[in-house]
C-alpha cells in the first residue's frame, strides 16, 4: 500500500480504461453521450463542468453542452430535461448544481429519468443503493471505494468513520463502506466526542467541507485517511479537510488535495455514462 493514495493516477488508469471501451463499444454502433446543463456562469461551475467536458473528450464520450442563461425559469429547465429523457441517443443527463436561487433543485433531480441519472442523486437510485440493487452511485462515494480497492486497502471488518452527512457524499458514502461489509460510523456537526470516535477509525473519511479540520490528534496511528474536502487558501494554494502535513506522519495512507479524491469523482461521472450506454443499449 502506497502511503500517498495517488487518485490523478488511478483516475487516469479508469479513464484509460473506459477509453478502451468506448472504443469497443463505437464498433458495435452505440455512441455514449452526456448531456451536460448549467444554468447561470457560476465561475466555480464553469471550471467543474469544463473538466466534465474534457473527461468525456478524453474517453471518447460525446458532450452536449447546454449552457442556459441564469433566468431561465424552473419550467423551461424542466421541458428541457424532459426532451433529453426522451432522446435515445443521450445516456447521460447532468444538471450541474447549484442552480440559481429562483429554482427548486430537489424538482430538478425528480425529473431527470433514474436511467439516465449518472450523478445518481434520483431518489430511486439512492434507494436501489440502500437496498443493493442496481442503479447509479454519486461519483465522489464511487470513486473513494475505486480509490481503496485500487490500492489495496481492505474494507472488510474495518471500522469506517464517516465525518460528514450530505445526500451527495457522506450518506450514500457510509451505504457503499456497508455493502464492501465495512463496520460504519457516520458522524456529523452535532457528533459528541468526534476526536475520540476518528481516533477509533481503520479508514477515516473527512467531508465536513472545513479546511484542515483534521489534525494527528483525530487520527490512530496506520490509518487510511480519505480527504474529501478542497478549499482555496488566501495564499491562493489548495487544501483538503485534513491538514495533509500533520497527518500524514501517523496515517498509514493518505489521500492528496488536489490530486486525491477530486479526479475520481470525474472518472466515475464517465464510468457511470458508459454503464448507462450499455445498459440502454442492451
Ligand atoms: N456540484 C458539485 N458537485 C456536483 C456533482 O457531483 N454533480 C452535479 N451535478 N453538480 C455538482
Redesign the pocket.
Known amino acids: 500500500m502506497d502511503h500517498i493514495i495517488d487518485g490523478k493516477k488511478i483516475s487516469q488508469d479508469i479513464k484509460d480504461e473506459l477509453r478502451d471501451k468506448v472504443s469497443e463499444l463505437k464498433k458495435k454502433g452505440i455512441h455514449p453521450c452526456l448531456a451536460v446543463i448549467q444554468v447561470g456562469n457560476d465561475p466555480?461551475?464553469a471550471v467543474?463542468v469544463g473538466n466534465k467536458k474534457k473527461a468525456c473528450a478524453y474517453t471518447g464520450i460525446e458532450s452536449r453542452a447546454y449552457e442556459l442563461p441564469e433566468e431561465t425559469s424552473q419550467e423551461e429547465l424542466l421541458e428541457l430535461i424532459r426532451r433529453l429523457n426522451q432522446d435515445n441517443t443521450v445516456h447521460g443527463i447532468?444538471?450541474?448544481?447549484?442552480v440559481p436561487d429562483h429554482m427548486d433543485e430537489r424538482e430538478i433531480i425528480h425529473t431527470i429519468s433514474p436511467a439516465k441519472d449518472v450523478?445518481g442523486?434520483h431518489p430511486q437510485n439512492v434507494g436501489s443503493l440502500s437496498l443493493g440493487e442496481e442503479g447509479f452511485v454519486?461519483?465522489?462515494p464511487a470513486g473513494i471505494i475505486q480509490l481503496l480497492r485500487r490500492s489495496g486497502v481492505e474494507i472488510d471488518g474495518k471500522h469506517c468513520v464517516v465525518v460528514g452527512r450530505s445526500n451527495?457524499v457522506g450518506k450514500p458514502m457510509a451505504m457503499l463502506l456497508l455493502r464492501e461489509n465495512g463496520t460504519v460510523t457516520v458522524c456529523h456537526s452535532h457528533t459528541r466526542n468526534l476526536k475520540e470516535i476518528c481516533r477509533q477509525a481503520d479508514i477515516l473519511v473527512a467531508a465536513v467541507g472545513k479546511p484542515r479540520f483534521f489534525n494527528a490528534d483525530y487520527i490512530k496511528e496506520g490509518a487510511v485517511v480519505i480527504d474529501v474536502g478542497i478549499h482555496r487558501l488566501e495564499n491562493r494554494k489548495l487544501c483538503g479537510d485534513v491538514d495533509f502535513e500533520n497527518v500524514e506522519k501517523v496515517a498509514g495512507a493518505i489521500t492528496p488535495v488536489p490530486g486525491g479524491v477530486g479526479p475520481m469523482?470525474i472518472a466515475m461521472?464517465m464510468n457511470n455514462c458508459v454503464e448507462s450506454a450499455v445498459r440502454m443499449c442492451s
Open positions: 466555480a461551475s467543474y447532468l444538471v450541474q448544481l447549484p450523478d442523486f454519486s461519483c465522489t451527495i469523482t461521472l
